[in-house]
């Protein structure tokens, strides 16, 4: 006792409602001379500045916080792991937020077809 199987055609397709826009160049000469560009070169480089700078002094921070050949020191007194997962994870976050605008990846959404 087999079941029977009818098999239907696949659907034809339908024509799309919207046009596709032609793929950008990898490089664009143009662009290299607009300001647009160099600010969001400028921004993108002061943020992962900002980002390594933060991120590095937490962790040089608790490495000489915890470290055991120095006198007096506490095993609780550092921002511990978690702190550091924050303080990557929060320079992630802010820099995302305030580079987005400058370096484009809004721009896309906000630009007509």
């Given at each position: 006792m087999a079941k029977e199987v009818e098999l239907e055609p696949p659907p034809e397709h339908s024509a799309k409602d919207y046009?596709?826009?032609p793929p950008a160049p990898l490089i664009d000469a143009e662009e290299l001379i607009q300001w647009s560009f160099y600010r969001?070169?400028?921004?993108?480089?002061?943020?992962?500045?900002?980002?390594?700078?933060?991120?590095?002094?937490?962790?040089?921070?608790?490495?000489?916080?915890?470290?055991?050949?120095?006198p007096g020191v506490d095993e609780c007194g550092g921002v511990g792991i978690l702190g550091i997962a924050w303080a990557f994870g929060g320079m992630i976050f802010i820099l995302v937020y305030c580079t987005a605008g400058i370096s484009g990846e809004l721009r896309d959404f906000h630009e007509p077809i």
């Open positions: 046009q596709d826009p969001a070169l400028i921004a993108e480089f002061i943020a992962t500045l900002l980002f390594l700078y933060v991120t590095v002094l937490t962790v040089i921070g608790y490495k000489s916080q915890t470290d055991p050949n120095k």
